[in-house]
């Protein structure tokens, strides 16, 4: 059995994943909390400009994985951080709320290209430990979301909104060094090629109602998530009275202990399996979120870190379902998963930050009731396929990013 430290494709991956996340977890700062004050931004407008930049990292993600599956994606890969870099470091240098939207939403193509490629990738190389392997690329992505609002709260604490630029040479730093570990990947020899069928193909073990009930899984997990993370640092500024660098040390003490509970979530689903896993992860979640905004103060800090392990623990048996979904084209699956779902959750944040506004439920109840959601996708995990009816994705790819390599 290979060793997955010995990966060098899952590391260059993780570090790739690391890298894209890392930047858009600065994006709640950068706009909640400084791009909000030098364009003076209403919460529907916060919303509504992270949504923008969510929806098209996230739509076009099941494109960007059937064009990797079928001309490998090397590129795609190191592409996409390259594009990220460039357009996120020039958000902070937008005069107007118009064009600072139009541009997040052009950056938001880079992380649409990097993550199917980088999920699929990792999907192969982890062989029969597909689990724990997604495992550890998302804790890549995790940490990277975890050091990004420190980082930016860091950064633009000395050069305000436009220190998206400083942000944005970090991502082109590691550009150079993902594109040579990828290209030692690459050139790794291939033991699985097998000719490319390029008709989109359903796993018939999946019934309509279990692919219903896990976009719909997906779905929802998306919008809490992405809700709660986005407006987090807001709602302890504004109503609890932190400083913007408590809130973001809250923030990221919430990612980073989700990315120890992504590696936790990938092997034990391997062993227990991940509708199990899923379930737990839901059911305890949902407490601990409205724990977080009951308390609202510096008690939080206590919650952050178990809300943010067992928030963690939901995604890799469900990006690993969705990849089983689509047996021949793991990158689509990915796509799906971590493109379309996203985008839902897109759409759920604007919706967030439009109840927010005072004129609707205001911020307090809009962020206690996103603790109601994952009950309701608790509920759903029973429709989800039973462990022994799921079909290990089988991926064909043209250009496998070193499919085996150890």
Same mark, same amino acid.
């Given at each position: 059995?290979?060793?997955?430290?010995?990966?060098?494709?899952?590391?260059?991956?993780?570090?790739?994943?690391?890298?894209?996340?890392?930047?858009?977890?600065?994006?709640?700062?950068?706009?909640?909390?400084?791009?909000?004050?030098?364009?003076?931004?209403?919460?529907?407008?916060?919303?509504?400009?992270?949504?923008?930049?969510?929806?098209?990292?996230?739509?076009?993600?099941?494109?960007?994985?059937?064009?990797?599956?079928?001309? @490998?994606?090397?590129?795609? #890969?190191?592409? *996409? +951080? /390259?594009?990220?870099?460039? !357009?996120?470091? &020039?958000? =902070?240098?937008?005069?107007?709320?118009?064009?600072?939207?139009?541009?997040?939403?052009?950056?938001?193509?880079?992380?649409?290209?990097?993550?199917?490629?980088?999920?699929?990738?990792?999907?192969?190389?982890?062989?029969?430990?597909?689990?724990?392997?997604?495992?550890?690329?998302?804790?890549?992505?995790?940490?990277?979301?975890?050091?990004?609002?420190?980082?930016?709260?860091?950064?633009?604490?000395?050069?305000?909104?436009? @220190?998206?630029?400083?942000? #944005?040479?970090? *991502? +082109? /730093?590691?550009?150079?060094? !993902?594109?040579? &570990?990828? =290209?030692?990947?690459?050139?790794?020899?291939?033991?699985?090629?097998?000719?490319?069928?390029?008709?989109?193909?359903?796993?018939?073990?999946?019934?309509?109602?279990?692919?219903?009930?896990?976009?719909?899984?997906?779905?929802?997990?998306?919008?809490?998530?992405?809700?709660?993370?986005?407006?987090?640092?807001?709602?302890?500024?504004?109503?609890?009275?932190?400083?913007?660098?408590?809130?973001?040390?809250?923030?990221?003490?919430?990612?980073?202990?989700? #990315?120890?509970?992504?590696?936790?979530?990938?092997?034990?689903?391997?062993?227990?399996? =991940?509708?199990?896993?899923?379930?737990?992860?839901?059911?305890?979640?949902?407490?601990?979120?409205?724990?977080?905004?009951?308390?609202?103060?510096?008690?939080?800090?206590?919650?952050?870190?178990?809300?943010?392990?067992?928030?963690?623990?939901?995604?890799?048996?469900?990006?690993?379902?969705?990849?089983?979904?689509?047996?021949?084209?793991?990158?689509?699956?990915?796509?799906?998963?971590?493109?379309?779902?996203?985008?839902?959750?897109?759409?759920?944040?604007?919706?967030?930050?439009?109840?927010?506004?005072?004129?609707?439920?205001?911020?307090?109840?809009?962020?206690?009731?996103?603790?109601?959601?994952?009950?309701?996708?608790?509920?759903?995990?029973?429709?989800?396929?039973?462990?022994?009816?799921?079909?290990?994705?089988?991926?064909?790819?043209?250009?496998?990013?070193?499919?085996?390599?150890?």
């Amino acid at each position: 059995m290979r060793s997955l430290l010995k990966n060098v494709t899952l590391w260059s991956l993780t570090l790739g994943h690391f890298s894209v996340d890392m930047l858009a977890g600065t994006m709640p700062i950068v706009v909640g909390l400084y791009l909000k004050d030098t364009l003076h931004l209403d919460l529907s407008q916060i919303g509504l400009l992270l949504g923008a930049y969510k929806l098209t990292s996230s739509l076009t993600q099941p494109i960007f994985g059937y064009l990797s599956d079928r001309y @490998g994606g090397r590129w795609f #890969a190191v592409g *996409g +951080l /390259l594009w990220l870099s460039i !357009l996120q470091g &020039l958000v =902070g240098f937008m005069p107007t709320f118009g064009t600072a939207t139009f541009v997040s939403a052009l950056a938001g193509l880079g992380s649409a290209a990097f993550h199917p490629q980088g999920a699929s990738g990792a999907n192969i190389a982890a062989g029969e430990r597909k689990t724990a392997g997604v495992a550890m690329f998302m804790l890549g992505g995790n940490s990277g979301f975890a050091v990004g609002p420190i980082l930016a709260a860091a950064v633009m604490s000395w050069y305000g909104v436009r @220190g998206t630029a400083l942000l #944005a040479l970090i *991502g +082109l /730093l590691i550009v150079p060094l !993902l594109y040579f &570990l990828t =290209g030692q990947a690459q050139a790794a020899p291939s033991a699985d090629k097998k000719p490319a069928n390029w008709k989109i193909e359903l796993n018939p073990l999946f019934s309509t109602t279990a692919i219903v009930a896990l976009i719909a899984v997906m779905s929802l997990r998306a919008w809490s998530q992405e809700s709660f993370s986005s407006f987090l640092p807001q709602f302890f500024v504004e109503l609890a009275h932190f400083s913007k660098t408590e809130a973001s040390m809250l923030a990221s003490l919430m990612l980073l202990a989700l #990315a120890g509970g992504t590696v936790t979530s990938g092997i034990l689903s391997d062993r227990v399996g =991940g509708a199990r896993v899923m379930l737990v992860s839901m059911l305890v979640s949902a407490p601990l979120m409205a724990a977080m905004f009951l308390l609202g103060d510096w008690r939080a800090f206590y919650v952050a870190p178990f809300l943010g392990f067992v928030s963690g623990a939901a995604w890799p048996p469900m990006l690993v379902m969705a990849q089983s979904l689509f047996p021949k084209h793991a990158g689509v699956g990915s796509g799906v998963a971590l493109g379309f779902v996203f985008a839902m959750g897109g759409l759920g944040l604007q919706l967030t930050g439009w109840l927010a506004e005072p004129r609707h439920l205001g911020l307090y109840t809009a962020m206690l009731s996103l603790s109601i959601i994952p009950l309701a996708t608790a509920a759903l995990v029973f429709l989800l396929p039973k462990p022994g009816q799921q079909q290990p994705a089988v991926v064909h790819v043209s250009e496998p990013m070193g499919a085996a390599a150890d």
